[in-house]
């Protein structure tokens, strides 16, 4: 089981970006963006359920989104109108007889 997640890179406030996590040797049935900033816990931004049913932090209700494409085996998450306190890793998750962790992307919100 592999999690690759990409997309993330510099941006300024106010700007977008668009993470990806594609899994490989399992089939998406639910799977959770995390991020990690400097000298803080990991914390839970969004998840996606079977079904599509979907869940989000309060400080990123409304500027982010996440969604699936089952043919790709792969999740997204689109993050709108990001803010500097958006900056950190951010990890995708699922959990498939167990933990599994994406290797992280660097997402970093500065003018």
């Known amino acids: 089981v592999q999690l690759q997640a990409s997309g993330g890179g510099l941006v300024q406030p106010g700007g977008s970006l668009r993470l990806s996590c594609r899994a490989s040797g399992i089939s998406i049935i639910a799977m959770d963006w995390y991020r990690q900033a400097p000298g803080k816990q990991r914390e839970l931004v969004a998840g996606i359920g079977k079904g599509g049913r979907t869940s989000y932090a309060d400080s990123v209700m409304g500027r982010f989104t996440i969604s699936r494409d089952d043919a790709k085996n792969t999740v997204y998450l689109q993050m709108n109108s990001l803010k500097p306190e958006d900056t950190a890793v951010y990890y995708c998750?699922?959990?498939?007889?167990?933990?599994?962790w994406g290797q992280g992307t660097q997402v970093t919100v500065s003018s």
């Open positions: 998750y699922a959990d498939f007889f167990g933990p599994h």
